[in-house]
Structure formats: structure tokens, C-alpha cells
């Protein structure tokens, strides 16, 4: 069983910084693909970020430059560093994990989900 449980969100104005986290339990962390997805209200999911088992990452075009996805394997935890926050960063964040991912931006890839932290930005 694979569980991730997503923290660090909130309110914050634009222009603004904050880190999420995504704790992990299982025993297949080094085998995973990892994600980070958002869902704005009225909107259909769109992935982030993402990083490999090798720790190469990917973003979307819209947070690249601003968002740093990053991983700590002894603490079985990943993160995303969101820098210049904009209103429109504003959604639900949703930590994902998957197994076989060719398609890093893709939801459907990933196998396992958390339940999301709210992030508001504020201008």
C-alpha cells in the first residue's frame, strides 16, 4: 500500500513563497516516478512538476523558472519550492506517485494520489 499525505499549503500574496511537502510511506520510494498536480476550481487537473527515480525533473510551462521540485530519499519525502506566487497559482495540490510514467504531465500515468493541500495566492 502506498500512501502520501501532502502539507505546507495555504494563503499567501502575490509575490510570495511557499514550500509544499509530500510524506511518502511504502517501501518502493526509490522505484517511483513522482508528481506534483494542481486543480483550480472549474478546471480540469494539470501537472506541475514532476521527478524521476534518477532526480531529473520536469515543469510546465507556466511555473518554470518559479516552482523547484525536489526529493529527499532518508526522509522519503518530496517538495515543491513555489517562489513568485501569482492568483493564478491558486488550486488544490495534489501530490501523486507512479510506477511507469512516460508522460510526466499526465495524471493518468500516476497510480497513487494524495488528498491535496489548498494553495491561495492573493493580489
Known amino acids: 500500500l502506498v500512501e502520501l499525505v501532502e502539507s505546507g499549503g495555504g494563503s499567501v500574496q502575490a509575490g510570495g513563497s511557499l514550500r509544499l511537502s509530500c510524506a511518502f510511506s511504502g517501501s518502493t520510494y526509490y522505484t517511483l516516478y513522482m508528481g506534483w498536480f494542481r486543480q483550480a476550481p472549474g478546471k480540469e487537473r494539470e501537472g506541475v512538476a514532476a521527478i524521476d527515480r534518477d532526480g531529473r525533473a520536469s515543469y510546465a510551462d507556466s511555473v518554470k523558472g518559479r516552482f523547484t521540485i525536489s526529493k529527499d530519499n532518508a526522509e522519503n519525502t518530496l517538495y515543491l519550492q513555489m517562489d513568485s506566487l501569482k492568483p493564478e497559482d491558486t488550486a488544490m495540490y495534489y501530490c501523486?506517485?507512479?510506477?511507469?510514467?512516460?508522460?510526466?504531465?499526465?495524471?493518468?500515468?500516476?497510480?497513487?494520489w494524495g488528498q491535496g493541500t489548498q494553495v491561495t495566492v492573493s493580489s
Open positions: 501523486a506517485a507512479g510506477f511507469w510514467v512516460k508522460a510526466p504531465m499526465l495524471e493518468g500515468e500516476y497510480n497513487f
